[in-house]
């Protein structure tokens, strides 16, 4: 089931307060398809954040917390409802939750409690690749007090701003806003290259730091043209089996896309708790370049194990799942089975797509790490490295993060690539 929770329950009237909309799974497996909208009263404003949580999973025993930020125009007793507050539970049945309500006390606000809030915004977002222009960008002070000894830098792992980094001003009054301008010259081409504006200042109850992540539409309209390269996780975790970090696992692999110099070359679909079914039907809808499974894996088999429609352990026969990509793999590139012990699994892939590449696990292997594979052999993917560099690439991760005496580096497998 999920449990959603609203903190703090007391906050003072006619401030700006952060609230945390907290959404846990305590049921026994993952809930998937978590809608949750969050309805404010009257006299209680939503001035950041969203009404609405999405979530594709939420895996037992985890939690996900939305951040908004409030203000209560008077002091008193607000109740907070949802007009909308659905899931499926882990067996996959749809659960829609009525008569939600979250009850929070408004203060009257003391004349000492007057603060400043800061928010920095950037004007322009698209930008020549390799080339020097200003980046615009706006400070506003909405908070109630002033501030003095503000200090705004920009950064980028793909940004250089040699040239006046740093905006300074002595004082930001209360409700007002200033503009800085940076000189940028954009290394890499892309639809959202990170950068960095961080603000320091100092307000009447000493000094701040706020740490803030842009994006910039950098080189033109062909960055949006290519063809993306389509990778699709397929993770299973049975109730009845040792309970593995998928979801840190797929969390990873977004992140370390995501800081690629190459991130816009990619894009993730997920299906998460999947019986053989979802597994065929992943395939044909998303039509994926790159297929990673993560979960269980070995038995007399040694196959991937998926769930069956009742929620419990089923090992995929090799030859069923073989049958199923020389049907549905006419796309692939490269198939990750990082579950232990797949070998066979790998090997018969392998000889069925003899143009891609195929990843699979000797032995057993640890959840960590498994993890630790992933991360590094994703970070060479997002940097556009070949998959042989990739595939030595995570190996390289697992021994630098290696614990106790067993060797998991010496799980991974490569077979394939057209060699």
């Known amino acids: ?35 949750f909208t969050l309805r404010l009263p009257a006299g209680l404003g939503l001035l950041e954040g969203k009404d609405r949580i999405e979530r594709s999973v939420i895996m037992p025993g985890d939690s996900f917390v939305a951040r908004i930020r409030v203000r209560a125009r008077d002091a008193g007793r607000y109740e907070l409802t949802s007009r ?28 000492n409690e007057t603060r400043p809030r800061l928010t920095v915004e950037v004007l322009n977002s698209d930008f020549p690749l390799a080339q020097w222009d200003v980046l615009h960008g706006r400070v506003t002070n909405d908070g109630d ?46 639809e959202a290259v990170p950068v960095h504006l961080d603000m320091a200042y100092r307000g009447p109850d000493g000094p701040h730091r706020i740490e ?25 975790n049975p109730p009845d089996t040792t309970r593995l970090r998928i979801d840190k696992e797929f ?3 977004q992140h370390e896309i995501r800081l690629g110099k190459e991130r816009d070359r990619f894009r993730i679909e997920t299906s998460l708790a999947v019986r053989p079914r979802d597994i065929s039907l992943a395939l044909l809808d998303v039509e994926p370049h790159f297929v990673h499974f993560a979960g269980h894996g070995g038995g007399g088999e040694e196959s991937f194990a ?14 069923g799942l073989v049958a199923l990509f020389e049907v549905a793999g006419a796309s692939m590139r490269c198939v990750v089975v990082n579950a232990c012990s797949t070998e066979r699994l790998a090997r018969d892939l392998s000889s069925a797509l003899p143009h891609a590449y195929v990843i699979g696990m000797r032995q057993p292997v640890g959840d ?4 630790q594979f992933s991360i ?14 990739a595939f030595r690439l995570g190996q390289a991760q697992m021994r630098m993060m290696q614990e106790g005496p067993r060797p998991d580096f010496q799980a991974p497998l490569l077979l394939g690539g057209g060699s």
């Open 1 to 35: 089931m999920i449990d959603v929770t609203i903190a703090p329950d007391r906050i003072p009237s006619g401030t700006p307060t952060e609230l945390d909309v907290r959404l846990t799974n305590r049921g026994p497996g993952a809930s998937t398809n978590v809608v």
């Open 84 to 111: 909308s507050f659905s899931y499926r539970d882990h067996r996959g049945l749809p659960q829609h939750v009525t008569g939600f309500a979250a009850v929070i006390d408004a203060t009257p606000m003391r004349a």
């Open 145 to 190: 007090a002033d501030i003095s000894h503000l200090e705004v830098t920009i950064s980028g792992p793909a940004i250089t701003a040699e040239r006046n980094r740093r905006f300074r001003m002595a004082r930001l009054p209360a409700g007002t806003t200033a503009d800085a301008s940076f000189h940028i010259c954009a290394r890499e081409a892309g």
């Open 212 to 236: 803030t992540t842009h994006t910039l539409r950098v080189g033109g309209d062909h960055v949006s043209e290519r063809e993306p390269t389509r990778i699709l996780f397929l993770g299973a």
């Open 251 to 253: 969390r990873e692999i």
């Open 306 to 319: 998926s769930e069956d429609d009742s929620g419990k352990a089923f090992v995929i026969p090799v030859a």
């Open 368 to 371: 960590r790490a498994a993890i």
């Open 376 to 389: 590094g052999f994703y970070q060479a993917v997002a940097a556009g490295r070949p998959i042989d560099d």
